[in-house]
Structure formats: structure tokens, C-alpha cells
């Protein structure tokens, strides 16, 4: 009920979205006031709108159309597996980037093992470079998520529909017409906006697969512009082409999608009568095999190639990734700070401007923010020394919209639960906060921490705008290695960093739910 | 005494009226038929819904605009009146001091209550570990640290057993006599006001009625509670 008295003040929360929106419009405002107006568009950012839009295009309906098919088969088969192959469908949002992509070239490179299978037969190898190799790497990472919004679509349809197609005794044209084609058409744009949105900012898969005039994202003209060129006009500009795509498109994924993703209840198999011709049920086991195996190679390949290279992990290597955890631990510090706060005032029902700091965080891209604070620190102190700060604030604002997700809805039950009673005992403030809100909020809190650090430990963005040479966090010591071809130490690097991203995650998440009563 | 002068609710599409009073130390039962009104009536006296005009007073003391923490006034839930994370021994403290810091003395008072409950040893406890009804005894022990003049009861026993609920409420009934508290419990069970109630208010039409006798009311019920005891 709105106006209703609550034991915790939204004021911290606001404060902490005021902050928020400070970074994100106050970067945006320092690269305005950069930006040239003379200077306008070149040949060269005009092909890099072209190829964002196109690889996210792309990458969208390849992501979207290949997931109806996988989700359609998950849903309608139990098989041994079935859970833990659904569990690992959430695995690539908290997977760094350069370790999949390590994973992909060695799987889909032009020395991988499916070029070496090629070449049994005498036939030429693959080349993943330019847009099909970015869009191989986003089909990756989004298929997965497609997946699991649109399985959510499938586990939406009541199962007495079900019954009653079979009572009806429909075939599968009919049960396409009657339930599965009108659930895509709520479901399906949902998930395409969001990848599309996703891919939009896509900057460390364009950065190692991609590159040179004909496939350059907008990301990383930016991160061109400002490292090779030092040019920060035209990084300005482009940052507001960037800002101005990603807000659009971010409020399109809102606008049509309702699911979050994360969706709980998906391991559950609705009791199906049709599908039970030999054919259905071998197309569904082809579908279940090749996404399980598009999952799973890349990722064994990282483990089969990193293997031998990490007993040789150089002295830089344990360097970066100690900076790495120092940058995940603040980072996850300061989302908690801001998160925890405003998903109380939020659930207090002071949500407007705080649920939109959490949106923004969507819209906005880390290259822009980096951008925009290298910008505004430049005059008074030395960006590059500050590297390790910027990354853990920039990464700690990219993980806050989906902090508030997870958060925001738990709040608002444990504010309508225990908020009249912590109020009759006159329990405000601190000391709801202590003994109440945040032991109530333990599990989600140890999620969403979980959650940060990972994708923190992985995040190759704004750190490498900001690195000097001597400067390095393990993703960024990756793509060094990888430039110097160094593919073994490269390959135990990210062996590593996929020990400590799903380490810092499985952790923090165990911990929130250690001992917590329900 | 509880004064609730020319008092106006309005609960989101509806409204309650109250003019009444109610003397001190007196048990009184909130009857009426569902969705007339009585808990909301409840939560404007304990200060969870404003009052759009009149006020609300103990003793004197004006309460209507304090806030529900403020008022002289300890209140069970239909549900939810422990904090699951919490010790048993840290629900009843909550009583005492919100932060949970408490002297040896305050400390003592604590097990003083959960033994004059009947739960003593039972302190360290989860209130998972408990039964309904022990539950029940745990949120009774909080109301005894409370020490407030007044309390509220919004129906907190209606998930247990008859035999248990008569239990609680006998056990309301002496803790209220030993302390001198003025009660005013929601029922929609008649045989509740007859077993500890010693005046009825009845809610209905949108009005919240002058208390009277229990027995006297129940025996010869206005036409509203007529209506609703299901008597011809």
C-alpha cells in the first residue's frame, strides 16, 4: 500500500541511486561535452553501426530460432541429465568471456578439432575470425539464455491444456496451432529483444574475434578510438551513438519481456501424451545432444588444454589474477552497498527513480562509463593509476540490474511479512536492518554477491581502457597472451579463471544459504 | 480507558465509523460478520491505518498520530508474529529492546516470561522447532516483557486446534488479569467472547458498536449479529 508507514527509510536506497545515476548521466554528460560537432561520422563508424547492428541481428535469430527447438525438447522429455543439463544452461551467464572464446577456437579454430575432423575428409578448415566468428561466440553465450525464457513459456502452458489436447486427440500440427504457436508469439520477441540488446554491447567477443574495418562493433570502436587513436572526441561521439542503441534497445527488452531468466520451477517436466512417434522423440534427442554438445566441447576443451599449461603459470599470471580478485571482492562490496538499499526502498514503494538506476545500469555500456570518468579524472589525478577502482565501480553498476532482480522481490516479502510486526515493536531503522532485513535477505544476498563476483573476475571492459602495460586483471593477462600467441599459458590462464569465477560464485551463493532457515 | 472519539477508517474502498469506549482492564471480543470491518478497526487503533478524522486516545493521552511503535500498545497477528531467524529467547527479547541488547536483569525478565509460559530451557531454540502452539506461547512471552496497557489481538490463534485455542485464550485471559491489561481481540467465534470476553463489540454496517455484556449481547443479539450468529 503506498504512503504506508515502513520500518526501514528508502532514503539510504535513493542516495544510493542518485549515486548510480550520477555515474551513468554524469559520464554520459563528460562525453557530451566532449564529443565534437564538427566532426560528425566517418566511413568507419558508419560500418561499425552497421556490423553491431547486423552480428546482433544475427545473433539474436540464430540464438532465439535454435533455442525453440531445445527448449521444446527439455520441456517435453525426462531423461537422466536433464536437471544438471538445465542448471548448466544458467552456467554461461557467470562464464568469462575470453575463457569461452579460448574454449570456441579451440573447438571451431582454424587449428581446432573440428578443422582436424575436416581435414580427415581433405576439406579446408574453418575460419572463425570476422562476423561469424562473433556471432558463433554470442550464439554461445545466448542460446543458452534464450533457452531458458522461452522454456519458461513452455512451463507457463497450464497442464490441463495439455490434458485436454490429448483428450481431444491432437496431433502435432494441432498442438502446434492450439499451444505452442500462440506461447512463442508472446514468448519468442521477448527473448530475441534480449539478445539482441545484449549484443549490442558487445565488446570482448568482437575484441578477440572480431576486429579491422569489417567487423568492428561500436564498443570497440570506441576502445580504438581512445587507446590507439587517443581521440576522445570521436569516442565521445560514438559513446553517444552507443548509449543512445543500448537505452533504445534496453527498453524494448523491457517493454516485451516479462520473464527474468533466472526463472525458478524450470526443472519441472509437465506430463506430455503426444510426442511419442519415433520420429519426435529422435528429433528431440538430436536437439537435446547437439546443444548439450555446443555446450560442453568448449568448455572441455578449456579444461583438456589448460591442464598442462598451468603447472607453468608464470609469476604475472598469479599477478593478474590477484588483481582480479581484489577488483571482483570490491566490486562485490560496492554492489551490495548500493543493491541491498535500494531494493529496500524499492520494496518500501519508493520505486520509481530507484528501479530506473537499476535500468540504467542495463542501457549503459562500461566503455562509455570508462570512458566518460577517464574523462573526467584525467585533469586531476593519473586514470591509469587507478585502474583497479574504476573496473570494481564500473563492473559493480554493469551487475546491479540484475542484483535488483533478484533481490527487489524478496524484499518486498519480507517488508509485507515482518514489516507491521518489526513496526508494533517499535524495530526501525538499524536494528531492523540488522536483525530483520538482512539476515531475511541472506540467500538472495549470497546469490546476487555470487552473482557480481563472477562476472566481475571475468569482465574484460573497462580495465582495458584503463591498464597500463604493467597493469594487468587475469582476463586482460588472457587476451595479452593470446596477442603474444601464447596459446598454452593462455590456456592455463583461463583454466584458472574459471576455477576462481565459478569458485568466487559457488561460495558466496553457498554461504548465503548455509544454515539460513527458511 | 481506550477512547475512540467520532473516529472515521477508511480501508481502501470501505469505511468503519467508531465512537466507543473501553474501560480499563476489561477483555473485550470484536465480533462481527467478515469484511465489515474488524481488523480494520484493530489496525487503526494499534496505528497501522490512519484515522481520517476524530482521534484515538488511552487515558487521556492522545495517540492518533504516534506511531504504531509508540503507542502503549503490544499486538498478535493473524500470522507471522516471530521472526524465524530468531531464537526463541530473541523473539521474546525483541520485547524489551528492538536491538537486542539487554542487561542481566532485562535478561533474567526474558526466562521469567518463557517459564511463566511454560518454556522454560526452551530459549535457544528455532521457533521451527516448535509447535503451533508452543509458538503461540512464545508470542504470548513477548507480550509480557512488552508491559504495555493494551493489547490487540487479530485473531492469532485461529490456525490451532479448539482445545489448543481455548488453551491460548485461557491463557490470555489469566496473564491479562495478572498484568491488568485492557484486551480487545478480532473473533469470528462466538464461543470465544463467552469464554474470556467480559464485553462484546460488534462491527457492522459499517460501524463499530458501543461495547456491551457478553451474555447479555450474545443471549439477545441485535438484529446485525442476529443475522450473523445465523439465528432466525
Known amino acids: 500500500m503506498a504512503g504506508r508507514a515502513q520500518p526501514i527509510s528508502a532514503f539510504p536506497g535513493i542516495g544510493a541511486a542518485l549515486v548510480v545515476a550520477a555515474l551513468i548521466l554524469g559520464t554520459l554528460a563528460a562525453v557530451a561535452a566532449r564529443a565534437e560537432a564538427g566532426t560528425g561520422f566517418g566511413v568507419s563508424d558508419w560500418a561499425a553501426l552497421r556490423f553491431t547492428l547486423t552480428q546482433a541481428s544475427l545473433s539474436a535469430l540464430l540464438s532465439v530460432g535454435l533455442a525453440i527447438p531445445v527448449a521444446r525438447a527439455l520441456a517435453r522429455r525426462r531423461f537422466p541429465g536433464r536437471r544438471l543439463l538445465i542448471a548448466l544452461l544458467g552456467a554461461p551467464f557467470i562464464l568469462p568471456v575470453i575463457v569461452a572464446i579460448l574454449g570456441l577456437l579451440a573447438v571451431f579454430g582454424r587449428a581446432g578439432w573440428l578443422s582436424s575432423l575436416l581435414g580427415l575428409f581433405g576439406l579446408e578448415p574453418v575460419q572463425i575470425y570476422g562476423l561469424h566468428g562473433v556471432v558463433l561466440a554470442h550464439v554461445f553465450f545466448n542460446l543458452p539464455l534464450a533457452t531458458r525464457l522461452i522454456l519458461q513459456g513452455w512451463q507457463e502452458i497450464p497442464a490441463e491444456r495439455f490434458r485436454l489436447a490429448a483428450q481431444l486427440n491432437a496431433g502435432p500440427l494441432a498442438m502446434w496451432q492450439l499451444l505452442e504457436a500462440p506461447m512463442l508469439r508472446r514468448a519468442a520477441p521477448g527473448a530475441l529483444a534480449v539478445v539482441f540488446a545484449i549484443c549490442l554491447s558487445s565488446f570482448a567477443v568482437a575484441l578477440t574475434l572480431g576486429g579491422g574495418p569489417r567487423a568492428t562493433t561500436i564498443e570497440l570502436a570506441i576502445y580504438q578510438a581512445f587507446r590507439f587513436d587517443f581521440d576522445l572526441g570521436r569516442a565521445a561521439l560514438l559513446s553517444g551513438l552507443q548509449l543512445g542503441l543500448t537505452g533504445a534497445a534496453a527498453l524494448v527488452a523491457l517493454r516485451v519481456s516479462a520473464g527474468e531468466g533466472f526463472g525458478a520451477g524450470l526443472d519441472r517436466a509437465v506430463q506430455r501424451w503426444d510426442g511419442h512417434s519415433r520420429f519426435s522423440r529422435g528429433l528431440d534427442m538430436f536437439w537435446i545432444f547437439l546443444s548439450a554438445a555446443f555446450l560442453l566441447l568448449p568448455l572441455a576443451a578449456i579444461v583438456l588444454a589448460g591442464l598442462p599449461g598451468l603447472a607453468a603459470l608464470k609469476g604475472t599470471v598469479w599477478q593478474a589474477a590477484g588483481n582480479s580478485i581484489l577488483v571482483s571482492g570490491f566490486s562485490t562490496v560496492i554492489l551490495l552497498a548500493l543493491a541491498l538499499p535500494m531494493a529496500a526502498a524499492v520494496a518500501a514503494g519508493r520505486d520509481g527513480m530507484t528501479e530506473l538506476a537499476g535500468i540504467l545500469g542495463l542501457a549503459a555500456s562500461p566503455l562509455v562509463i570508462g570512458t566518460g570518468l577517464f574523462i573526467l579524472i584525467h585533469p586531476i589525478a593519473d586514470p591509469f593509476a587507478l585502474a583497479l577502482p574504476v573496473t570494481a565501480l564500473v563492473n559493480a553498476v554493469m551487475a546491479l540490474p540484475f542484483a535488483m532482480r533478484i533481490l527487489v522481490p524478496r524484499a518486498r516479502e519480507v517488508l509485507g511479512r515482518y514489516g507491521r510486526l518489526s513496526l508494533s515493536l517499535d524495530m526501525q531503522g538499524w536494528a531492523f536492518v540488522r536483525h530483520v532485513y538482512l539476515p531475511r535477505m541472506r540467500a538472495q544476498t549470497g546469490f546476487a554477491a555470487g552473482l557480481a563476483a563472477a562476472l566481475s573476475m571475468g569482465d574484460l571492459g573497462v580495465v582495458a581502457l584503463f591498464a597500463d602495460p604493467d597493469f594487468a586483471t587475469l582476463p586482460l593477462q588472457i587476451y595479452r597472451l593470446m596477442g603474444a600467441y601464447r596459446m598454452e599459458a593462455a590456456a592455463g590462464a583461463a583454466l584458472l579463471l574459471l576455477v576462481l569465477s565459478m569458485g568466487a560464485f559457488w561460495i558466496l551463493d553457498r554461504g548465503g544459504r548455509w544454515h539460513a532457515e527458511a | ?232
Not at chain 2, 185 to 201: E, F, K, T
Not at chain 2, 205 to 232: C, E, I, S
Open chain 2, 1 to 232: 480507558m481506550l477512547k475512540l472519539e467520532n473516529c472515521r477508517i477508511i480501508n481502501g474502498g470501505f469505511a468503519v465509523e467508531a465512537d466507543l469506549a473501553v474501560a480499563p482492564g476489561v477483555c473485550a471480543a470484536v465480533i462481527g460478520p467478515s469484511g465489515a470491518g474488524k481488523s480494520t478497526l484493530i489496525e487503526a487503533i494499534a496505528g497501522f491505518l490512519p484515522v481520517s478524522r476524530g482521534g484515538i486516545s488511552w487515558n487521556g493521552a492522545d495517540l492518533t498520530a504516534a506511531p504504531p511503535g509508540k503507542r502503549p500498545i503490544a499486538m498478535l497477528f493473524q500470522d507471522g508474529n516471530l521472526f524465524p531467524h530468531l531464537t526463541v529467547a530473541q523473539n521474546v527479547a525483541l520485547g524489551i529492546h528492538a536491538s537486542l541488547r539487554l542487561a542481566d536483569a532485562e535478561r533474567r525478565q526474558v526466562e521469567e516470561a518463557l517459564a511463566r509460559v511454560g518454556l522454560a530451557d526452551m530459549g535457544n531454540r528455532k521457533p521451527a522447532a516448535l509447535s503451533g502452539g508452543q509458538q503461540s506461547r512464545v508470542a504470548l512471552a513477548r507480550v509480557l516483557v512488552q508491559g504495555r496497557d493494551l493489547l490487540l489481538l487479530d485473531e492469532p490463534f485461529a490456525a490451532l486446534g479448539p482445545a489448543l485455542k481455548a488453551e491460548m485464550l485461557d491463557l490470555v485471559a489469566e496473564l491479562a488479569r495478572e498484568s491488568g491489561a485492557t484486551v480487545l481481540m478480532v473473533s469470528h467465534d462466538p464461543n470465544d467472547a463467552r469464554r474470556i470476553a467480559d464485553q462484546v463489540v460488534l462491527v457492522a454496517d459499517g460501524r463499530a458498536h458501543a461495547p456491551q455484556q457478553t451474555t447479555q449481547m450474545l443471549d439477545n443479539p441485535p438484529p446485525a449479529l442476529r443475522a450473523y450468529l445465523g439465528m432466525a
